[in-house]
């Protein structure tokens, strides 16, 4: 059978999705809001998430929400009409997620 | 709005007219047509095509929602004639142009070849596995069973779903919404064995794949389908089986 390699990218994208809907909220309350309104103390919260597995788990979810953004750039470009280039277009889109999470990683390990 | 039938007012149409060979491309041509608030599109052309001009082509049947084959633009979204009604589109002009995304064969009239040959490919019917029941004996079905693919057996074939979608409009080779969600309809039924001569082609780029999940099509279905719904679940039964092909040692089968 011809394998597509879709199942990847689009799990990752669903994985991304998840995550993205379930703690973007919370980082925007946490770092918009708690921490300006002094409820949180920047200190505690940077010291929960600089633990080591706290810092392996940012880095993960930093790499499903690039990828889901990469996927859905790629998906859109080539539904606005861009079919004919849709595969440097996906390598490209990849590739900056993969570019983006190793900077993500050298912040969170930095 | 009283007794329909004494009253002259009338509502106009636009009517997009085309024949191969001697026009260049469609046009639209103005009508005007008694109103009567009973009356939907259908009415309208019969009425056209019956006291008007005769050679006004279109397709219907049973003028009721169930073959399938009287769909069209009507301002621009694909419907059935036979279920849109005029009293929804006062004051007018109504437009009515054939189904995009397909080669036009005549007025209203669309070209059907690509769907059909599509619809085929997928294997829409019941495949029996290596044990099927006796001829004299009855399959059964659990009612459960029955739902897990009844939604997806209400498709009518009317196509309005690829008009509706954007990746069919770019993508020539991408099998559509309808016949993805016939797939699955056979793929879920309890009775069917043929899931791995289907995924082949609906598991494939030109399959589920290619579905960027815009989800025009459940909008636009007469018959809440929701072809977007089947191919998503489709994606996670494809996602599925790859992981477990994958990373299973020892082979799934
Ligand atoms: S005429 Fe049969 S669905 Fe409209």
């Known amino acids: 059978m011809r394998r597509s390699p879709e199942p990847v990218f689009w799990s990752l994208f669903s994985a ?26 920047f200190d505690r919260l940077s ?64 | 709005m009283t007794s329909g039938a004494t009253t002259t007012q009338t509502i106009g149409f636009e009517i997009a007219r085309y024949l191969p060979g001697e026009d260049r491309a469609p046009t639209l041509r103005h009508y005007d047509v008694p109103y009567r608030p009973e009356w939907v599109v ?53 437009r009515v142009e054939p189904l995009a995304n397909f080669p036009i064969e005549r007025d209203l009239v669309i070209v059907l070849d690509d769907f059909m040959q599509k619809l085929r490919a997928v294997k829409p019917w019941i495949i029996p596995g290596d044990r099927p029941p006796p001829a004299d004996a009855e ?72 579905c960027t999940f815009v989800g025009e099509c459940s909008a636009v279905c007469p018959k809440h389908v929701d072809p977007a719904g089947a191919i998503q679940q489709a994606k996670v039964e494809s996602t599925m089986d790859w992981y477990r092909s994958v990373l299973w040692p020892f082979g799934r089968r």
Not at chain 2, 49 to 67: A, I, N, P, Y
Not at chain 2, 159 to 176: D, I, K, M, R
């Open chain 2, 139 to 210: 399959y059964r079905q659990t009612p459960a069973q029955l739902a897990d693919f009844k939604q997806y057996s209400m498709c009518i074939n009317c196509l309005l779903c690829y008009s509706a979608c954007p990746v069919y409009q770019h993508e020539e080779e991408f099998l559509g919404p309808a016949v993805l969600a016939l797939a699955q309809r056979y793929d879920h039924d309890s009775r069917d064995r043929g899931n791995s001569q289907r995924h082949e082609l609906t598991w494939s780029d030109e399959g589920i794949w290619d």
């Open chain 1, 16 to 41: 991304g999705g998840v995550v993205l809907a379930l703690i973007a909220p919370a980082l925007i309350l946490a770092t918009g809001f708690l921490v300006p309104a002094e409820r949180v103390e």
């Open chain 2, 42 to 94: 259908l009415d309208a052309l019969n009425y056209l095509k019956d006291e008007v001009d005769g050679t006004l082509s279109f397709r219907w049947s049973c003028r009721m929602g169930v073959c399938g084959s009287c769909g069209a633009m009507v301002n621009g979204v694909p419907r059935l004639m036979c279920a849109a009604f005029l009293r929804d589109y006062l004051p007018g002009p109504i």
């Open chain 1, 47 to 110: 010291a929960i998430l600089t633990q080591p597995l706290a810092r392996i788990a940012v880095v993960g979810l930093a790499f499903l929400t690039f990828v889901h953004a990469a996927h859905r750039l790629r998906h859109t470009l080539v539904d606005v009409g861009l079919r004919a280039y849709g595969g440097p277009i996906a390598t490209v889109s990849y590739l900056a997620a993969l570019a983006l999470t190793a900077w993500a990683a050298l912040v969170a390990f930095g």
